[in-house]
DNA sequence: ATACATACC
DNA sequence: CACTGGTATGTAT
């Protein structure tokens, strides 16, 4: 298994023993080396403290199942490698290097891009504000799950993602580990989500003198694209860089580390190169590139996880970019006629998605697709408590839903379910008419909050028609987790931030375009290395008329541009303007962390909501 | 189209 | 005491 250098790419021996699987499952892997203790010997910690339980059960039969399909796709590989004569291998290696070759076509070192990292954010802002804890090993989170820990617990292996009540475990007995460390006590912060959104504002107004479209993945990331504040200013990439970081240090208390790249993905991996409080450049030559890719392992590629490296472990024996490269035809063998395939290929030559969005006209879509609510509890089966519980995710829901700009409505809502066993299962029902809120909803004007809360309720109660039936379905259950999820909205563009990004847009290329937003706006694609559905214009005018006119059109086929009347989509695009003026002027603040408008008094209150409130 | 699995922070 | 939550997307059926 792929579990780090120690075993690159021996397959597990099929019954070998529990720890055969040496914990493909922790995610522990080359480019998560935990800092003074021994990746084995706390996969194998981790192993032993958890090896009964049900999680481990279940994460176990994920992984055989998955580790059974690779050994497969690599024995069908063999075979039909054995059959090709000589001939054949050689014409398909030339076909190879004609793919790579117009790879290449698609390269653009024009642009400079930066990802910005806080270190260890939510840690660091605990430790700024608690200057005691600094030599002590804290992790912000719980017993069930920890969010981060600071550089002193990661010495005795304790990390992002790990269960707190092993964390304990480790800190009590770093020598079980590896770690030099002397035996502690792991002090735990429960997180304060509503202080680091505050820190991450900060961050965010210094990030925007650098890029103002800037984006922000998460409150300790975001993407900016240099190449006009450079330009403009006349400064190279790694001063302005390392002077924003300077100021982000001095505005907040907090180090960041960055990246510097000729796209994002190079950018976001060169971030964590020089970690923490520092940063790296990989410059703009194909050579530069080639040279930074070449030694990295293929898990340090943003959509590369632990399963896909086994995968390309297993099947090719492939460990680092170089040896991908190197066996492209093998590659496209392996995940012929995938999305994997493609995003490989390019991935290894250091070429990111938004490249080839920005040639091909197919664009990333910045709006919201889903919103969901779950919770995880004591495994239970009594159905009125299960039904309670739904009828309280229901609630949720439809308040997100109401405080989304515009309010949403989905034509498919889910449930999901997770058994005590960690069986996971997901039910939806798709709907002629969507669920939800009608886009005029909030704007009420005396009796607004009465007929907010009616309008929630009525959509809380909708919901949970829905969805118990397909609840009771599943008794008798003994369920440790439920959630809901709507999708497919009325409304493709959900928040005020994204629909300013649509405005920078139009305005900087002018009426006439016809693709729709720039994917420079942000890393959409950068995962997946596929481009996601465009916002046509034809979004953008049902969002203009949605103001006048409430007739549902979720149905209706896209409008084409094309047929749009010259001139139109200015016009659009200037009332859009002028209509986000007064919405901001009007309403409150702009969650950073979904981009919904919410009144200012509920600011604290309702960004706490994303994380259950703790 | 639906369900399930993977990935990211 | 006991392995998250929200969102997107890829893959299989």
Redesign the pocket.
Known sequence: MATGSSAPSAPAPPGSGEKSHLFNFTGISANKAGMGADRKLVADF?YE??KN?Q??QHQLE?DAK?QARAELVAKELRIAEARMSEIELLSERRKIEAELEALEKHRDLSRTHCVVDMDMFYAAVEIRDQPSLASKPVAIGG???I?TANYVARLYGVRA?M?G??AVEMVRNPAAIGSKMPPDELVFITPNFAKYTQVAMETREIFRQYDPHFRA??L??AYLDLTDYLAAHGVSAEAAVQEMRDRVKARTGITCSAGIGPNRMVAKIASDERKPDGQSQVLPTREAVLEFMDRLPVRKL????????NQISIMLGVQTCAELRAAAARVKRA?QG???CSFLMRACLGLSSDELAEEGGEVGNVA?????????F?AESEPAELRGRLRDLCRQVSEDMAASVPPLAGR?V?LKTKASSFE?????I?LIQPVGFSPNFGKGGEDGREHAEQETARVTQELYKLLEPVLEEQFPCHLR?M?VRVSSFRDQRATLDKGQQLISFFQSKGSEQQEGPSAGAGP?NL????P?PQIQEANVIDLDSSQEDQRDKSRDPPVQSQSLPKGCLKRVVERLASRRAKRIRLSGVCCPV?GVRVPEDQANRHVNA???DQ
């Open positions: 981790v403290k958890s339980s999680y481990t994920l998955q017993l069930g799950m969010s993602a269960p009540f092993i993945m998460s300790d990331e943003p959509g590369c996880g632990k399963v896909l490296e995940f995938r999305k994997t919201r697709k889903s919103l969901s609510c779950e919770r995880t004591r498919v889910a996971v299962r997901n039910k939806q798709s987790l959630g959409d995962n997946t290395g596929m996601k979904c994303h994380y259950g």
